[in-house]
């Protein structure tokens, strides 16, 4: 059994490729930003713009994750649960705006 943080990387590594190899992703950019004291330069770059944060609550060990989205533009909510080609599938269908338009 892997132990939680190699768990928790796994599951990282499982999402980035999800969102490389989904040709539905492929005007979205996926950074990773795990720590506000990190000195990202991509990710200061990202954060300038209209983006998305997504947000993980990660449960070693579970098969699907509890998942939550916040957009920058319009503090549209959404949030979700899966494994990371499910979470991958519904993140970039609402980044790339195909489904209702959100607003709050």
Not at 34 to 63: C, I, T, W
Not at 74 to 90: L, S
Request: aromatic letters at 8%.
């Amino acid at each position: 059994m892997l132990d939680p943080v190699q768990d928790v990387r796994r599951f990282e590594n499982d999402l980035a490729t999800e969102f490389a190899s989904n040709a539905e992703c492929r005007s979205v950019q996926f950074v990773h930003f795990s720590d506000p004291k990190e000195n990202s330069k991509v990710a200061s770059n990202a954060m300038q713009k209209q983006h998305y944060n997504l947000s993980l609550d990660f449960s070693p060990g579970a098969r699907k994750q509890q998942w939550k989205m916040l957009s920058s533009s319009n503090g549209a909510f959404t949030q979700g649960e899966g494994g990371p080609q499910e979470i991958v599938k519904k993140v970039c269908f609402i980044v790339n705006e195909q489904g209702a338009k959100l607003a709050n």
